[in-house]
């Protein structure tokens, strides 16, 4: 079995897309670089982080199957990494497939600016797209039509999606897709400062770390340093499983880079900020039992295989003695078995599965917190208000500095962010609040730093 974007030996087994992997193509003279990601909610998580490096996005749905609960999760993080999407109706060979019918889902489930592009536009298409946007409906009922620049631009606003239908193992509709992208795409430009973001870490079959990122700006050339004194000893640019080396690569495309080794996934490089934390969390955790194997070279095993995934948390328990691994579902869970036997030879297993349970509040609550032990005071009243499920946490001062001096609000702020906070019904992670300074006091004389940070934990624990 010879997959050309699926060349690991556990995705030839399983049959499944399981690390991204990049291709070069071109069509109509126009060059695409394609991000191939999983697609199975296990490994999500790599998924996530390659749509921050997205010029666009297609999301693949099955006629057979509609909009499914992941798919519904792969357009929330589109929306919320600000991907324009084109989507491609798959498998419309199957029998029982009705192509109105599920057009009607994809504008009710997704979003009212999905539009069919597989044939030609007609009028009625012309005027679900018009009627995203107020400016271009009210041009549209004077003019009658809508502009290509136009529709081209609200794409690249997602205000219009366009939709195409096909089967792809039969190539039925790859040629409109395509079409589709280079005709209603629009290339971005760059600045001139060397920018970029990592997106994925891997290693090559003789163990060499590779450090997946695209260029957001400038130039990268290979020897430059790009963090902590570390240098792009060498530059790739993959095509499937094999590579070019290239002495450099300009803005806007894709490479690895060997050398680096101190870059996490996710990190801005130069003039580029980090992406925005992941939304997705590991939900299961289980216990890993080493059999015969010595436990610490499965810990660095493990360790190296995490910072591959930024969402397989492995984590040592001084007090039991054992190695605890936080994942999506239990086939990452068997892929990361298979992969610690194949790469590193170790036989592993895991048991005592759970759920990862978080805790919030349901309304807002103050908390009061006092440090006085003799020569030492620090007073802290922290709100807790609920927000969004998924919004995570949030630290934020509404304290005058006339009331607080701003080094000790900068104290409270830190010791906020400075560990994991649990909540009190089941020691779970707290998410999902704004814990915010409200009031405070200081004494001249006898406050430190360091009172401010246990009167801060102690409010946090009375709220």
């Not at 003799?374 to 509404?398: C, I, K, N, Q, W």
């Amino acid at each position: 079995m010879t997959l050309f974007l699926d060349p690991d030996t556990v995705e030839k087994q399983r049959g499944i897309t399981i690390f991204t992997h990049q291709a070069q193509l071109q069509y109509n003279n126009v060059p695409l670089t394609l991000l191939d990601t999983p697609g199975h909610v296990d490994f999500a998580a790599q998924t996530e982080r390659v749509l921050s490096v997205l010029d666009y996005a297609v999301l693949v749905v099955a006629a057979p199957d509609g909009v499914q609960g992941y798919t519904r999760t792969l357009w929330r993080l589109l929306q919320r990494y600000r991907v324009p999407t084109f989507i491609f109706v798959n498998k419309m060979d199957a029998p029982g497939t009705d192509r109105a019918a599920i057009m009607q889902a994809l504008q009710h489930d997704l979003d009212a600016g999905c539009v069919d592009f597989t044939d030609a536009l007609t009028d009625e298409d012309y005027e679900q797209i018009a009627l995203q946007d107020d400016e271009v409906l009210a041009d549209y009922l004077e003019q009658g039509k809508v502009a290509p620049d136009t529709v081209t631009a609200m794409i690249g606003r997602r205000q219009v999606f366009p939709c195409y239908f096909g089967a792809a193992l039969k190539l039925a509709g790859i040629d409109e897709l395509l079409t589709g992208l280079t005709t209603w795409t629009k290339s971005r430009s760059w600045p001139d400062d060397f920018g970029a973001r990592v997106f994925k870490v891997s290693h090559d079959e003789r163990g060499e770390r590779l450090t997946w990122l695209r260029v957001t700006g400038g130039a990268l050339h290979a020897k430059d340093i790009v963090v902590d004194g570390e240098k792009a000893n060498q530059l790739r640019v993959y095509n499937g499983a094999k590579f070019t080396v290239v002495p450099a690569v300009s803005a806007g495309s894709v490479c690895a880079v060997t050398g680096v080794t101190s870059a996490a996934v996710g990190q801005g490089l130069g003039a580029e900020p980090d992406a925005l934390s992941p939304l997705l969390q590991p939900v299961l955790t289980y216990t890993v039992t080493t059999g015969s194997a010595d436990p610490h070279e499965c810990l660095l095993a493990m360790q190296q295989l995490a910072g591959e995934d930024p969402l397989l948390r492995v984590t040592w328990v001084c007090t039991l003695d054992e190695i605890h691994v936080q994942v999506m579902g239990t086939i990452q869970l068997e892929v990361l078995q298979q992969l610690l036997l194949a790469r590193f030879g170790l036989d592993v297993s895991f048991v005592q599965g759970g759920i990862i349970y978080q805790e919030t509040v349901t309304a807002p609550v103050e908390g009061v917190g006092h440090f006085e032990p003799l020569r030492h005071y620090a007073e802290v009243h922290l709100m807790l208000t609920p927000t969004a499920p998924g919004s995570g946490l949030r630290f934020a001062s509404d304290c005058s500095v006339d009331v607080l001096a701003s080094n000790w609000q900068h104290q409270v702020l830190t010791s906020l962010a400075a560990k994991e906070h649990r909540g009190v019904l089941t020691g779970a992670p707290i998410t999902d609040m704004t814990i915010t300074l409200v009031n405070g006091r200081a004494s001249n004389v006898h406050s430190v730093g360091g009172d401010f940070r246990e009167a801060t934990w102690r409010a946090y624990g009375k709220g």
